[in-house]
C-alpha cells in the first residue's frame, strides 16, 4: 500500500490534480485511512489504465467514464466466465 505523495513520485507525468479527480469522480477507489487515500496495487493498475487511456489512445476524459465501465464489464465477466469453468471443469 502506499499514500497519494508516493503515488504521485512513483508514476511520472502523474499530476497530484488529476488523481485527485480522478478519485473524486470514483474511477479510482483507494482506502481511506486516519485522512489518508491509500492505494492498493489493484488501484495502482487502475491509475495506469487510466492514464494509458487518456494520455496513449486519446479518450477525453468526458468519455472515460463510459470506456471504464465497459472494461469493468468486461473484466467482470471474464471472471464470472473462469468461475463458471472451474465449476464444469472447463476452462474459460
Not at 473524486?24 to 489504465?49: C, K, Q, T, Y
Request: cysteine-free; proline content about 3%; overall charge negative.
Amino acid at each position: 500500500m502506499i499514500d497519494i505523495d508516493i503515488l504521485v513520485i512513483r508514476e511520472p507525468g502523474l499530476l497530484r490534480q488529476d488523481l485527485e479527480r480522478w478519485i473524486s469522480n470514483e474511477w479510482v477507489r483507494p482506502d481511506r485511512s486516519e485522512g489518508h487515500v491509500v492505494f492498493h496495487d489493484i488501484d495502482v493498475a487502475r491509475v495506469r489504465l487510466i492514464r494509458e487511456l487518456r494520455d496513449d489512445l486519446a479518450i477525453d476524459e468526458e468519455a472515460l467514464p463510459l470506456v471504464l465501465s465497459l472494461l469493468d464489464q468486461i473484466y467482470d465477466l471474464r471472471r464470472h466466465l473462469r468461475m463458471v469453468g472451474g465449476f464444469t471443469g472447463v476452462g474459460a
